[in-house]
């Protein structure tokens, strides 16, 4: 640990016998002045900040800013942030893995020791985006999609066991034991971390960076954790600080009790239309208030899970005594339960119900007793509607945005039903924002029991699936007796990962689809996820809508949109009569008799007793041997070394205006990192298709582009080629297509920026509002970069996004107010000059002087969104990454 001479406030603390030393925050406050009303996410900053003063990059006067931002709740300074940990999935960690292993090769090439590229913090790689529901409704599918997935990805998970053998500080959580963020939740995650210095033992507070926007979770147990680029979790793990803008934090005081028959996917689907009216973006949001009394942990994380989705960096909820019940109960151990209880309340971190509340940028009031039945879409994850309107919404939806009228119904060749507008074809409990709750979990299982006792079954076009979030789900579903009630609906186990949410929902039947594609269905998906963006879920849904695993099951025996839920049967029982919803719905002592019963620690325990041994496969797969350093197969379409570091020398050169750009696209508002990075099914037509059968990988064969985020060649092809995305340079026109410079003919996006390579000419990617928002997908920054971009002109930037690009060295810029594409009129024929790119500063001004193709021009001042010192170094040295690897070097 670093000293902290200049204001000297370690401390000691004695746990159960045993001494710990802590900076501590009282003692900081009697130096700084009173910060004792700090919000408590700001107190594990502030912390943060007086652990790592140096002198150098953390200084007192990062830690005096706090005092300032406690007066006022606001302040714009500057502090840099370590984490405690990362924790990875796999579609982002393995191109990490890949970047860091291209490191060791680039610092020999420098003359530096490939050992010193090696994490310097914890870091946690759990496998479960790779999972497909290839098969589903099989008592079998588990087994069967397991064994698909280790044949797809064989290659990229014996690269990983090779980073595991290679790098220190490095462990993977192999397929098949559940999602990262309900791993991190129920296992991962320490509350408080401790760390043995040659003074002694060390405890503060465990913080982690995410490769995954819903890293935000494990915020509701109290972890301060958000969801970060890969190219900024590389960075983090190799011991850069990373610097922040001390955040505003949202205030939200909780009030009441939800009703009986609302769930905690109602609270959080209204929570997140409230906070994204009220625009939280790039804030923290805070908890507090007397429902905090009796709210429990996983709803809590159910609603910190969903922190991207309200825009907020982090929903946090601090540490009370339902939290250590809920630690307690997972099988964590008693003394760092103590020591957490004893730190947390030595350093004012510990929620004091009767303590004066803290001081918020702004504080919002909300009701738990106001929270209706509801679900969200069909294309956002804000957009909320109240179940006893739902159909009435689509209908309206369905004629209004998809330009459909017509009620008609099309025969499936080969089946005995038909197929219409608003039927669901998808149903899928899925992991991450609600498997991790038990009490929506049991309700779907008590109402699959209810309606599978009366003999009612899901409508025959829906395609059924369950993808625990983790073992435990399993465990407490079988000790409870309703798995086999699940199963017979068809929602048999179909992997444990993140599956339907992110696009890895499999094949519809052939039949489906092509009735689909030819008569133009408007289809609809219900899933528990948290994303419901267009063309993610699947490639022939259009409608997607979030609603609580319970719903999801009733939405299955439904089988449309069309038809009021709450109103209509839902089927037949088998002495005739219908069934209605009311008639399954499970009442919350069901609820609460089934959790009392089921709910154990040696549940929690026994599920990840072996955790880091993995299942046959696993344990049977071959470890690539390479040593210290990889050895880089180029015929290979799955790992490939990226061009990051080709011809680095030992110092940066001059930042250089950017002369005589071309636009590569012209993107609306809300694109989001779905549309921008490669994600989904690969279409054999498209670049990233023909390349891979140019090197003999059947189409059957393709996978998927999240696993093959390894290789540069096959993502780059991706980028942009989402199949909703509309360049307005071609309107009318769907999918990753745009046209050279002038008038040339309609390409894909990836095969007119190679146009423009050949010719050497510059690229720039125009945006609108929001530009880069949802997941974190460094891949969205990375491809961007490989085609050629060297700046991104928008109205407004994601958090995450914008981040990434300049940690990939490409060139955030922010149209000034009320001036966008539109009134500049800009049609994609202009060239675009950037100066004053010479000498960058945070937030400066940049002009760019833009020539239409009749040789007019006009001027546009442009506001740089480098944030901060820090990026400014990134982006002189072409990415984070450069200039990690030349600081390396300079150190030996």
């Known amino acids: 640990m670093t000293g902290i001479d200049t204001l000297d406030v370690t401390s000691e603390l004695v746990v159960d016998g045993k001494t710990y030393r802590y900076f501590s925050l009282p003692a900081a406050g009697e130096k700084i002045g009173d910060i004792s009303r700090l919000p408590i996410s700001m107190k594990i900053l502030l912390e943060n900040v007086l652990r790592f003063e140096n002198g150098g990059s953390c200084q007192v006067r990062d830690a005096k800013a706090f005092r300032s931002w406690v007066a006022s709740g606001h302040d714009t300074h500057e502090i840099p942030f370590r984490p405690a940990r990362i924790l990875m999935q ?7 893995i890949v970047d860091l292993a291209s490191m060791r090769d680039g610092i020999v090439a420098l003359g530096g020791d490939p050992a010193k590229v090696n994490p310097l913090v914890p870091v946690d790689l759990v496998i479960d985006h790779s999972v497909i529901v290839d098969v589903a409704g099989d008592k ?5 999609n397991m064994a698909l997935e280790f044949k797809r990805n064989a290659e990229r998970y014996a690269f990983l066991r090779w980073g595991q053998n290679a790098f220190e500080n490095f462990r993977v959580v192999p397929p098949g034991q559940g999602i990262c963020h309900q791993v991190n939740l129920e296992y991962l995650s320490q509350v408080v971390w401790t760390r043995d210095e040659e003074d002694g033992t060390y405890a503060f507070p465990d913080t982690v960076y995410g490769t995954d926007s819903h890293t935000t979770m494990v915020n509701g147990v109290g972890v301060l954790g958000w969801g970060v680029g890969g190219i900024e979790a590389e960075a983090a793990m190799l011991g850069q600080p990373i ?3 001390l955040p505003d934090v949202i205030g939200v005081r909780l009030e009441g009790r939800l009703s009986p028959l609302a769930t905690a996917t109602d609270l959080v689907l209204k929570i997140t239309q409230m906070l994204r009216q009220e625009n939280v973006v790039g804030k923290f949001v805070e908890f507090y208030g007397p429902a905090l009394d009796t709210l429990p942990l996983a709803d809590r994380a159910t609603i910190a ?3 991207p989705e309200y825009g907020a960096t982090c929903g946090f909820f601090p540490v009370d005594d339902i939290a250590l019940a809920y630690l307690e109960q997972t099988g964590r151990d008693p003394h760092r339960i103590a020591l957490t209880r004893a730190y947390l309340k030595a350093q004012g971190m510990y929620r004091d119900a009767d303590a004066p509340e803290p001081v918020f940028t702004k504080s919002l009031t909300f009701d738990l007793t106001d929270v209706q039945p509801a679900i969200s879409g069909p294309k956002r994850p804000q957009d909320l509607v109240l179940l006893s309107q739902a159909s009435a919404n689509f209908n309206a939806v369905l004629q209004k945005d998809f330009g459909v009228t017509s009620p008609a119904r099309v025969k499936l060749e080969g089946r005995e039903y038909d197929l219409g507008n608003g039927d669901i074809v998808i149903a899928a409990i899925t992991s991450c924002t609600n498997t991790s709750n038990p009490e929506v979990m049991i309700a779907a299982g008590l109402l699959a029991r209810k309606a599978h006792e009366l003999g009612l079954r899901p409508k025959p076009w829906v395609k059924t699936s369950l993808a625990p979030g983790s073992q435990v789900v399993t465990d407490y579903l079988n000790r409870s007796g309703l798995t086999p009630h699940l199963d017979a609906l068809g929602f048999e186990t179909v992997g444990y990962g993140c599956t339907t949410c992110i696009g890895n929902s499999g094949p519809l039947a052939p039949e489906i689809t092509a009735a689909i594609e030819a008569n133009g269905l408007v289809v609809a998906s219900v899933l528990s996820g948290n994303r419901n963006f267009e063309g993610r879920i699947s490639l022939s849904v259009k409608a997607n809508y979030l609603a609580s695993p319970p719903l999801v099951v009733a939405y299955a025996l439904l089988g449309s949109m069309c038809e009021d839920i709450t109103q209509v049967a839902l089927g037949k029982a088998q002495d005739g009569r219908d069934v209605f919803l ?12 089934v959790l009392g019963e089921a709910i154990s620690r040696d549940g929690y325990a026994a ?3 072996n955790i880091f041994e993995g299942t046959a496969h696993w344990q049977n797969l071959a470890v690539a041997k390479s040593g210290q350093r990889f050895a880089w197969d180029n015929s290979s379409t799955y790992i490939h070394q990226p061009p990051y570091f080709e011809n680095l020398k030992p110092n940066p050169g001059v930042t250089s205006d950017i002369e005589n750009a071309c636009i590569l696209a012209i993107l609306g508002d809300n694109i989001t990192t779905d549309h921008i990075s490669p994600a989904g099914a690969i279409k054999a037509s498209s670049p990233a298709g023909r390349f891979l059968m140019e090197r003999g990988v059947a189409e059957a064969d393709f996978n998927s582009y999240g696993s093959r985020r390894g290789n540069d060649l096959v993502m780059v092809r991706g980028a942009f080629a989402n199949t909703r995305i509309r360049n307005s340079m071609i309107p009318g026109v769907e999918g990753g297509m745009t046209r050279i410079l002038p008038d040339g003919d309609i390409a894909p996006i990836y095969d007119v920026a190679q ?11 125009i945006g609108g509002k929001e530009y880069g928002m949802g997941s974190s997908r460094d891949w969205a920054a990375k491809g961007t970069l490989l085609l050629g971009v060297k700046a991104v002109i928008a109205e407004s930037f994601e958090r995450i996004h914008r981040s990434n690009l300049v940690g990939m060295g490409v060139l955030p810029l922010v149209f000034p107010n009320n001036v966008n594409a539109q009134t500049l009129q800009l049609d994609g024929s202009e060239t675009i000059t950037l100066s004053d790119l010479t000498d960058i500063k945070p937030r400066m001004t940049v002009r760019a002087d833009i020539v239409r193709r009749d040789g007019r021009s006009l001027r546009v001042d442009l506001i740089c969104r480098i944030d901060t010192e820090d990026e400014v170094e990134y982006y002189r040295h072409g990415g984070i990454l450069p200039y990690v690897l030349r600081g390396m070097t300079k150190t030996d």
């Open 607 to 609: 599920s990840y007793e």
């Open 582 to 593: 009311h008639d399954i719905w499970p009442s919350r002592e069901e609820i609460e008799t």
């Open 305 to 307: 899970n969903m922190a």
């Open 243 to 245: 610097s922040m803008v």
């Open 755 to 765: 146009q423009y390579r050949a010719l050497n000419i510059p690229l720039i990617v």
């Open 140 to 144: 079998d599918a588990l087994e069967k």
């Open 90 to 96: 796999d579609f982002t960690g393995v191109p990490a």
